[in-house]
């Protein structure tokens, strides 16, 4: 399974634009990302999933260099409410069904 | 919306107890799984679960076995209670598609006295 790497924790100022970087040199070929957000005493929400190039929605965007040996989760203009902890995920179908791996997460914390 | 709920948001117990956490979600997905969630470690995959009676081990299931006996509920039992085992535990589901979107409970924290 891939493993990946990404900050521990990272802080912004209200308004900035924020990226978050996630480190899985050993994907393999059917394997997706996926990013999830995590505030105390919640379980993980999903956010955005990609397999290549750049994914867009209402929440963030995911941009994924064609190597795919990394993405970056971007948040635009973050607000206090961004305070959470995001964890990068990268699996896929193995052997019929799905085998997945969480990182550690990195806890952002947006400064007023 | 999808739902998937736990049995219990706070569980106390001693050690050596058989303790059962159970999950049920709402929305006939076909994988279930299990996490353990410690300061400092993550999110760890215990067991999961791909269809009825099927199950598959995760990073770290010494100490764990599950059950899924229906589709909807997928129980993590911990036959002997210890005091490591003290943590919050995570329930969630995904359909077979979109890969890896996966809905979480709420959990429930764990401790072993």
């Known amino acids: 399974l891939a493993k990946t790497t990404q900050p521990i924790s990272m802080d912004s100022y209200e308004g900035q634009e924020v990226n978050i970087t996630c480190s899985h040199n050993n994907i393999a070929t059917n394997d997706y990302i996926t990013w999830y957000q995590q505030f105390p005493s919640q379980g993980p929400r999903f956010i955005i999933q990609g397999y290549k190039t750049k994914v867009t929605n209402e929440v963030a965007s995911l941009f994924i260099p064609a190597d795919r040996k990394s993405s970056t989760l971007s948040l635009p203009r973050v607000s206090l409410s961004d305070t959470a902890v995001y964890y990068c995920l990268v699996g896929g179908y193995s052997g019929g069904y799905q085998k997945v791996t969480f990182g550690t997460g990195t806890k952002l914390q947006v400064i007023p | 919306d999808v739902k998937v709920t736990q049995s219990s948001r706070y569980l106390v117990k001693r050690t050596g107890e058989k303790v059962f956490l159970e999950c049920v979600q709402d929305?006939?997905?076909?994988?279930m799984f299990w996490y353990r969630q410690d300061p400092g470690l993550g999110l760890r995959l215990i067991y999961f679960?791909?269809?009825?009676?099927?199950?598959e081990k995760g990073d770290i299931p010494e100490g764990y076995s599950v059950s899924r006996e229906k589709k909807e509920r997928f129980s993590l039992i911990l036959e002997s209670a210890s005091t490591n085992q003290t943590s919050m535990y995570l329930c969630?589901?995904?359909?077979?598609?979109?890969?890896?979107?996966?809905?979480f409970g709420p959990g429930t924290r764990l401790t072993v006295t």
């Open positions: 969630a589901s995904s359909p077979g598609q979109p890969l890896l979107k996966q809905y």
């Open positions: 679960s791909y269809d009825v009676k099927m199950k």
């Open positions: 929305m006939d997905h076909e994988n």
